[in-house]
């Protein structure tokens, strides 16, 4: 599943593709994909116009005029493809980024009043588009479970402290991934913010000190940010909105670097387990 620097890479692209465009009609054959009464289409959808394309968490949104939302979750092959006078794809990277759509894997067309398309393809279906009242969109229940933004500008570094404070008998590896108490943050994510604060990631969360803290929240943001500025992580399954993977594993300090050279002091990184997940650490920097 994309984590939440490749779904902001998507977001972006999309923000500049599709902004100010109006819905003219939409098809879909799969009601799991699409779950939305065509009284809603109808009233809320079609003839209105896109305000915004926002993220919350690992989730796509984009406001229309209408003050309704599409909550869009590509989940692990989802995909959005625009079609206009450029074509960009954002999602699993298979052929139909490429090849002439709809193809088998179309559940969603959308079409613009000025001929341009976008796509939702989805081979698994276990992705979906929802159509939602703008005010509602945070009382769904998963996404009224989330936690705070990690890069938000008036998210600080006591805030993050706060939001560990439940969690203090659990392993800061299983705490970061708990979406409730902060969003976003995955299990490339995890290995590289708890190696940049020289954290092993089995400490049990009440061990840390407020100092340690404090470096993990500064890496966790840097982190997220130069995967950003990289285009995500691409994990084989990703891709940013004009197709290109993402360059951060390229980056990486730990993840997916055993048997590497740590950058930071030479010892060999090496792979474990921690909270159910495949984690990479520097036994010498991350002493547990």
Known sequence: MPELPEVETVRRGLNRLIKGKIFKSVNSDNPKSFPNSKVDVDNFLLGSKVITVRRRAKVLMIDLASRYTLVIHLKMTGQLVFVGDERFGAGHPNDSLISSLPDKSTHVEFF??????????????????KLVPTEEVGNIPFIKKLGPEPLEDDFSSLQFIERFKKRSRTSIKAAILDQSVIAGVGNIYADESLWGAMIHPSRIVGSITESEFINLYTEVRRVMNLSIEKGGSTDKNYVDAEGNKGSYLKFANAFRREGKSCPRCGTEIIKLRVAGRGTHICPECQVA
Request: net charge positive; with cysteine; hydrophobic share 35%.
């Open 112 to 129: 613009f009043t000025d001929c341009s398309k976008l796509y939702f393809n989805d081979q698994r279906k276990f992705g979906w588009v």
